[in-house]
């Protein structure tokens, strides 16, 4: 379950011999790979071209993977399940959230009153980490993820909290969120900037790019930076929040020279998914 206690994996498995068929490829070292989700592995309820078989040679070799998710309007089981839909196996332990990495966020050592912000599904889990208000007048700090369903009235409500000198954790700041066919949806990012606008509140990011997250998701692997990478589609949230941890870094996607030319710069460029295995020396 999302938000509560996990047992760490045990350490790095030695790599199978036929981890890499070219040893000298750049990341044929790598023993912990983390894939994005949406825009990466998927858009929407379409699996990207190559990503089964990246997953399946990958744990073929030897090689962990975990899925690290900006997602904030759902729990960890629906992830997982998603992932199953779509034929990529992943136990829930696999899948790290934003969630997971809010209990050791500073604002959460003195357990003060939290006015949650997003969808009923994530509720328990945050309240399983946090005290939640019954009321936005009792509270001190606003959690805020992904609710598809808000209201004028939420959006008050989470500003009242802000403007008695709230704090403001966003799950994500992700302008948008990519789906099949092309189309962006809003994200919490989107949400958060309304919130910030109004009260001139500046949110504090738990889920990626923030060290805090990538530091539960080695923690949870029983992984070591040097030896793990990070693979997504967004230069400020996979790429700049892998290389804060000192983890390596593949960018998945079309990319002009300009963008690759200020950090945060990828390790690693490539335009499609199904091209990351040859990194690996596959």
């Known amino acids: 379950m999302s938000g509560a206690k996990r047992t760490p994996f045990a350490a790095a498995s030695t790599l199978a011999p036929s981890a890499a068929k070219d040893p000298t490829a750049p990341l044929a070292d790598v023993d912990t790979v983390f894939l994005d989700l949406d825009g990466c592995v998927w858009f929407g309820s379409q699996l990207a071209e190559g990503a089964m ?3 399946r040679d990958l ?3 030897g090689r962990r993977v975990g899925f690290l998710t900006n ?3 759902h729990g960890t089981a629906h992830v997982a399940a998603k992932l199953q839909r779509l034929g990529i196996a992943a136990a829930l332990d696999e899948v790290i959230m934003p969630v997971d990495s809010l209990a050791e966020h500073p604002r959460l050592r003195q357990r003060p009153s939290v006015w949650f912000f997003g969808p009923d599904e994530v509720r328990p889990h945050v309240a399983a980490v946090a005290a939640i208000a019954e009321t936005p007048d009792e509270a001190e700090l606003v959690v805020l993820g992904r609710d598809t369903r808000l209201t004028y009235a939420d959006l008050a409500d989470a500003l009242s909290v802000l403007v008695r000198g709230g704090g403001l954790l966003a799950f ?3 302008p948008r969120v990519p789906v099949e066919g092309g189309r962006m949806l809003p994200g919490t990012g989107a949400i958060a ?3 910030s606008y109004a009260s001139g509140v500046q949110p ?5 790019p923030s060290a805090l997250f990538f530091e539960t998701a080695l923690r949870r692997f029983g992984a070591t930076a040097e030896r793990s990478v990070m693979v997504g589609d967004t230069l400020d949230s996979d790429i700049a929040g892998g290389a804060s941890v000192g983890m390596r870094t593949v960018l998945v996607g079309e990319a002009s020279p300009s963008m690759l030319e200020s950090p945060p710069i990828p390790d690693h460029h490539v335009a499609r998914l199904r091209e990351v295995w040859a990194l690996f020396g596959g």
């Open 204 to 208: 504090e990011v738990v889920g990626k």
């Open 193 to 195: 900037a309304a919130l």
């Open 53 to 55: 078989d990246l997953v």
């Open 59 to 61: 744990r073929s070799s």
């Open 71 to 73: 997602t904030s309007n």
């Open 172 to 174: 994500n700041v992700d």
